[in-house]
């Protein structure tokens, strides 16, 4: 098992670039999440899907959108991208269910916006 | 606005000390709190809290939940070099299993 992956690792992109971060997961589990971390603000929810074709928002989500088009996959894309979302990104996925599941995170990619 | 506060900010011990990690939080409808550890990359998960007053423990590491209190703390004893990370807290307000961490501490542990 990989586990939770993310690709790219590192990026730089200029201002008014577009983007797209892939997060892929391979334990079958229901829920993904696309989390950003900046400096002593631990991580942020941006966006998050409970099932593959659903999306919800996050807490911080604008400038940013998802799509879940497989199970297995969560797509993160920043259309015209701004010095704000320098950050690193991670994705994370989970079971669903009645029990009570620990989140699991992949590798994070660190973006800089110049 | 559900909220979670950790302190310290930052601690630096030495090997062999003992250190006490604090957490927080407000939030609607609490389900549980969860620490993670998050060295270079990703965080990794140590424990899972649900109820009040029953410790969580794995090798050097504990945790304790407070729900009337409503914080945290998680131990570490004979501190290790290899403790050294950003310990996040998080709460899971049972809301599409949705996580708000707290800041973080960042632990350094000096031989």
């Known amino acids: 098992n990989a586990g939770v992956t993310q690709t790219p690792k590192f990026r730089v992109l200029k201002t008014g670039q577009s983007m797209t971060l892939l997060c892929a997961q391979d334990?079958?589990?229901?829920?993904m999440y696309w989390y950003r971390q900046d400096p002593g603000m631990g991580l942020r929810l941006i966006h998050y899907?409970?099932?593959?074709?659903?999306?919800a928002k996050g807490e911080v989500p604008d400038g940013y959108n998802v799509s879940r088009l497989k199970k297995q996959n969560f797509l993160l894309g920043l259309e015209s991208a701004a010095p704000s979302q320098t950050s690193v990104y991670f994705c994370?996925?989970?079971?669903?269910?009645?029990?009570?599941?620990?989140?699991?995170f992949g590798p994070g990619t660190r973006l800089t916006v110049t | 606005e559900d909220k979670v506060v950790q302190s310290p900010l930052s601690l630096v011990v030495h090997e062999g000390d003992t250190v006490t990690l604090n957490c927080s939080y407000e939030?609607?409808?609490?389900?549980?709190l969860l620490w993670y550890k998050q060295e270079k990359k990703a965080p990794t998960f140590l424990f899972m809290l649900?109820?009040?007053?029953i410790e969580k423990k794995s090798g050097r590491l504990s945790s304790i939940l407070d729900k009337k209190e409503l914080s945290s703390i998680l131990n570490i004893t004979a501190t290790q070099t290899g403790d050294s990370a950003i310990y996040l807290c998080?709460?899971?307000?049972?809301?599409?299993?949705?996580?708000?961490f707290g800041g973080g501490t960042r632990l350094m542990v000096k031989p």
């Open positions: 649900t109820s009040s007053g």
């Open positions: 939030v609607t409808n609490f389900r549980s």
């Open positions: 899907s409970v099932g593959e074709g659903t999306t």
């Open positions: 998080a709460v899971d307000n049972n809301a599409g299993n949705m996580l708000t």
């Open positions: 994370a996925s989970s079971y669903q269910g009645q029990g009570l599941y620990e989140q699991y």
């Open positions: 334990m079958n589990h229901e829920y």
